[in-house]
């Protein structure tokens, strides 16, 4: 069965580092688009990065764009996502997604990581 599993938030002090990491298994990893959504406290789910099935293009959210770097690992079916100079308003769940085809839709996600970034 299909199984995304997020690892590596962390509770961290504003302008430090994270790398979270997905591990897909039971399904062609290679073959899918794959995107980072993240859900602050108390608010609706809002999508972070996307990149393509090679992971020579990905698209960030403007918010995070220049901090975060998100990149995949196919030989490893892994997926990570790299946030520099955090502010409190990265904390947040964030999830990794598998999308629907070539579709902005995503049919699985993983159980979430939690990303803490304050002082």
């Known amino acids: 069965q299909v199984q995304l599993v997020e690892s590596g938030g962390d509770l961290v002090q504003p302008g430090s580092s994270l790398r979270l990491s997905c591990a897909a298994s039971g399904f062609t990893f290679s073959s899918y688009l794959m995107s980072w959504v993240r859900q602050a406290p108390g608010k609706g789910l809002e999508w972070v990065s996307i990149?393509?099935?090679?992971?020579?293009?990905?698209s960030y959210a403007d918010n995070v764009k220049g901090r975060f770097t998100m990149s995949r690992d196919n030989a490893k079916n892994t997926l990570y996502l790299q946030m520099n100079s955090l502010k409190p308003d990265d904390t947040g769940v964030y999830y990794c997604?598998?999308?629907?085809?070539?579709?902005?839709?995503?049919?699985?996600w993983g159980q979430g990581t939690q990303v803490t970034v304050s002082s």
């Open positions: 997604a598998r999308h629907l085809g070539e579709t902005v839709c995503m049919d699985f």
């Open positions: 990149i393509n099935t090679r992971g020579d293009v990905t």
